[in-house]
């Protein structure tokens, strides 16, 4: 036999004893997918923990009178969760790409619907914020060039506040170990200068934060806009509905 | 791309390609139903790289995604009885029908996926390498090694360096 024949030899082994059955694409293509939802599951995370970082050393600086009180016992996230996605789907439709981060006092929520990624939404509980006085609040928000900022008082007593701001990510880039996908950091920017920033670069985010039993619960919207106005008509949750979810007593305790 | 897009085209390339890849894995791992795994794990991973992969390279790119698959699955397989190990096997007579399996389980898993990608799919030394990301004279002396061992086992076989 030659050197040929091995080819023949290795041939004629497989022929023998290969499976009759097809392979089926179906099997590849649901791993395929559930390996993109892990993907997008994974840059909601970022998105959630670098918005966190953001917005909430303001809320500790302004808010923050005393020491910070205790952390919130670490119940499962699955039913705070669950409760979070049931708020915000009427407005959003299904959020597919959801993550929960604990850190200290905050445990946040972020969620997803767009598979860009740039547009998401955040839930966060913190047990240390306590906005004493959210007039002064908007005051100081307003002189760091937030968009707007307003108090609402409910028929029931409650009150949160309502603020809108431009930021701009800072840190986009691609990473290598999951391909496709972005390290998000956002930085804010004083809406005055606006016009300094590229329109493709420019990020609004709204959110309410309203003052519970156990500290606060903020609920934002960001997403990719060229300006406010075209964010205002962008935004899917309206202002109201961003409200009725901070205020959710249900959802402020199940945490 | 569109995800519809994205399924169409994956879904016929599998359909022209998923089986032939299913017989270089088995050479490589030497069982159907683990092949047919990591075959399956391979264009997984190929799915979620698809919008990335040039038409013309798919095939080379399924081949390499499908042979990393093996030799790493292998390599978790392990600790196994190395080559020295083997038992030693009486020389089968010429009306043995030759034991092709157990002289293919005799090689190292790279020279075995060296063999499959050679004498199997019928690739050249350069594509070898290119697929295995090492040099052309590794994929030559790899070769060469796997023929020494294979006519140890098969000497029936009269095994040449002819290309």
Known sequence: MTHDDLAILIREDVRATEPHHGLDPMVPVRLGRRRLRSRHVR???AAAAVVAAAVIAPLAIVGGGGPPDPAPTAPTA??????????????????????????GTQVEAGLGGDPTGWHFYTVTADSADKLDDPAAYCQERLSLGYISCTVDHDAAGRTTVVQEL?????GARPTAGFGHTWDLSFARIPVDNLGSVNPADRFFRREAIAVTAFGTLKVSEQLQAPTPAAAAAAYVVPPAALIAVASDPELAEAH | MRREQREREFTE???GSAAALRRTAYVVVR?????EDLTQQAFAKLYVAWPRIREETRMAYARRVVVNECLSHLRRRRPEASIDDLPERAVP???EPPDLGAALAALPDRQR???ALRFLDDLPVAEVGRLLGVSDGTVKSQTSRALKTLRGR???????EIR
């Open chain 1, 43 to 45: 840059l909601a995370g």
């Open chain 1, 78 to 103: 699955a039913p705070w969760l669950a409760r979070v996605r049931a708020a915000l789907e009427p407005s959003t439709g299904a959020l597919s790409a959801v993550s929960v981060r604990r850190e």
């Open chain 1, 166 to 170: 431009l930021v701009v990510n800072v």
């Open chain 2, 13 to 15: 390339f599998y359909a």
């Open chain 2, 31 to 35: 069982d159907w139903h683990v092949a």
């Open chain 2, 93 to 95: 007579s010429h009306d």
């Open chain 2, 113 to 115: 996926a060296i063999v």
């Open chain 2, 154 to 160: 098969l000497p029936h076989l009269h095994l040449e």
